[in-house]
C-alpha cells in the first residue's frame, strides 16, 4: 500500500520513547501531523515530546491505533500486539519505523545515510553539527543525543541526513543519494549467522544507492569486503596511504588525536579531534569527506569540527566524583570495549576501573571468548547483570559466565544491581583515577545515584 505522508492527519507510534521512534515522531509534528504514542515504560523524550503536542502514555493503547490514520511500530513490537491488530481489524494502514523513515527520507531533495557497525551515531551527530553550523536546509535523524543537542535537527527540507542500521535489515528500505559505511562486523547475531551474512546485507544497501549517487566507504576496514557496482561513484577515507581522504602525521597529545587531512592531493589542513582516541580519527574523517562530498567549504568544516561537542554515552565524563572523572560509553561489541578501554588508558593519571554491563545473552554468547580478551585488557574489571533487551536467558549466556570464565586467570568484581556499581564507585574514587562505564543497557542510570 503506497502512503503519501501528504495526506496522512493522525499517526500513532508504538514504542515512541525509543531515541530513533522520538525523532520520528517530533518530525512528524514539526511536519504538521497530530501525534500519539505509547511505549512499554515511562521514557526521558516524553516530557519533550509532550511539550510539542503529542499525546504520549505508558501501556497498551489500541483505541488510540484505530483512531490514526497510520500506525508505526519498532522491530521489538511482537506481530499480535493489540495495537497493531486493532489498526489492522479496521484496515488502516501500519508500518515498521525503517518503512516510515524511508517515507520522509522520500520527501526530501537529496538523502545522505551513515551505516556501519561502529560510530554511526557520532558521525551523524557531528555531520549534521557541521550542516546546522553552515545554516544548511536540512534534517537529521539521529541514532543518539547530541552533547547540548537533539536527537532531531529540522532546518529544512533539501537534504535528509539519518542512521542506517543493519538490524534485522532495517537499512535496506532506505534509498540514499549517499551512504556512508564506517566498518562492518557481525554485531546482531539473532539476525545475522555469520559476517558473511552481515556483509551480503551491506552489498544490499550498496545496491539501494540512487543511480550516480555517492558511496563514502572506510578503505581501511570495509572495502575489500564488498561489491561496488559500477553505476556508484566511490570515495575511501581512512589512514592507509590508497585512500583518497585520509589522516597523516597523526600522533595522540593528552587523549585526543592530531592529524592533517589530505583529499586527493589537497591538505585540507589539521585537527585536534574533540573526540578522544584513535578509533575517532575514521569517524572524524568520514563526517569530513560526507561535508566535503555535500560542498562544505574546507576551512569551514575544520572550524565547525573543533566546536563538536560529543554525544551522549560516547565516551562521555558525565561528572566528577572525589576527583575521579566517571565515564560512559556505549560500547557493548568486544571491538567497541577494547577502543574504549585504550582511550581510557590513554587519559587515565590514577586508576582506571571499568565496569561492564551485557547487552542481550545471544551476543554475548556468540562473541563470549572475545569479550573475555577485550575486557581482560581492564586494570580493575566490574561486570554487570546483563541487561536482556528483548532476550529471554535461554537465548544465550549471561554476565556471570563471563564473570566465571575470566576469574578463573584474574580478578573480577561481579554486580547483581545499579546501586552496588554506585557504592563501588563513591568507595574507590580518588583524585586522577577514571571509572569507565560500559554498554548499552540501563547502567547509564548509574550517574543519577550519585
Not at 516510515?100 to 545515510?113: G, N, R, V
Not at 564488498?226 to 570515495?235: E, M, N, Y
Not at 588525536?257 to 575514521?282: C, E, K, Q, R, T
Request: net charge neutral; charged share 20%; proline share 4%.
Amino acid at each position: 500500500m503506497k502512503i503519501d505522508l501528504k495526506e496522512v492527519k493522525k499517526i500513532h507510534f508504538i514504542g515512541i520513547g525509543g531515541i530513533s521512534m522520538s525523532a520520528l515522531a517530533k518530525l512528524s509534528i514539526l511536519t504538521g501531523h497530530e501525534v500519539s504514542g505509547s511505549d512499554a515504560v515511562y521514557g526521558g523524550w516524553f516530557r519533550e515530546l509532550s511539550a510539542l503536542g503529542a499525546d504520549v502514555a505508558v501501556g497498551l493503547r489500541p483505541e488510540k491505533a484505530a483512531a490514526a490514520d497510520l500506525t508505526v511500530y519498532t522491530s521489538a513490537i511482537p506481530d499480535d500486539n493489540v495495537e497493531l491488530s486493532a489498526a489492522r481489524l479496521l484496515g488502516k494502514p501500519v508500518v515498521a519505523r525503517n518503512e516510515f523513515l524511508h517515507m520522509h527520507e522520500a520527501m526530501y531533495k537529496k538523502s545522505l545515510a551513515v551505516s556501519g557497525t561502529h560510530g554511526k551515531t557520532t558521525v551523524t551527530a557531528l555531520l549534521a553539527h557541521i550542516m546546522h553550523e553552515e545554516n544548511t536546509n536540512f534534517t537529521a535523524h539521529i541514532g543518539g543525543k547530541p552533547v547540548d543537542g537533539d536527537n532531531l535537527l529540522f532546518c529544512g527540507k533539501d537534504l535528509f541526513i539519518s542512521e542506517a542500521c543493519e538490524y534485522k535489515r532495517a537499512f535496506l528500505s532506505l534509498n540514499p543519494d549517499i551512504a556512508l559505511i564506517l566498518n562492518i562486523e557481525c554485531d546482531h547475531p539473532d539476525c545475522y549467522g555469520n559476517e558473511a551474512e552481515t556483509v551480503q546485507s551491506f552489498n544490499e544497501f550498496i545496491g539501494k544507492i540512487k543511480p550516480g549517487g555517492t558511496l563514502i566507504i572506510n578503505g581501511d576496514t570495509s572495502y575489500e569486503k564488498v561489491c561496488i557496482p559500477a553505476h556508484v561513484k566511490t570515495v575511501t577515507f581512512g589512514l592507509s596511504h590508497m585512500n583518497i581522504c585520509k589522516a597523516v602525521n597523526v600522533y595522540e597529545r593528552g587523549g585526543s588525536a592530531v592529524f592533517d587531512v589530505l583529499y586527493g592531493d589537497m591538505n585540507i589542513g589539521s585537527i585536534v579531534s574533540p573526540l578522544p582516541g584513535m578509533h575517532n580519527v575514521s569517524n572524524v574523517l568520514a563526517a569530513v569527506c560526507a561535508a566535503l562530498c555535500l560542498s562544505v567549504a574546507p576551512d569551514r568544516i575544520l572550524q565547525h569540527v573543533h566546536t563538536f561537542k560529543g554525544v551522549e554515552r560516547r565516551f562521555e565524563k558525565k561528572c566528577t566524583l572525589n576527583g575521579a572523572d566517571i565515564i560512559f560509553d556505549y560500547a557493548h561489541h568486544p571491538s567497541e570495549i577494547a577502543a574504549a578501554i585504550a582511550t581510557a588508558k590513554s587519559l587515565c593519571r590514577g586508576k582506571l576501573r571499568v565496569y561492564f554491563q551485557p547487552h542481550t545473552y545471544s551476543r554475548t554468547k556468540s562473541y563470549f571468548n572475545a569479550f573475555t580478551e577485550a575486557l581482560s585488557r581492564a586494570p580493575f574489571l566490574g561486570l554487570v547483570k546483563t541487561y536482556p533487551a528483548r532476550e529471554a536467558p535461554s537465548d544465550g549466556l549471561n554476565a556471570l559466565d563471563l564473570y566465571s570464565a575470566i576469574s578463573k586467570n584474574r580478578s573480577v568484581t561481579y554486580f547483581d544491581e545499579l546501586l552496588g556499581v554506585s557504592r563501588h564507585i563513591i568507595k574507590t574514587a580518588a583524585p586522577g583515577d577514571i571509572s569507565l562505564l560500559l554498554g548499552a543497557g540501563d547502567i547509564y542510570e548509574v550517574h543519577k545515584l550519585f
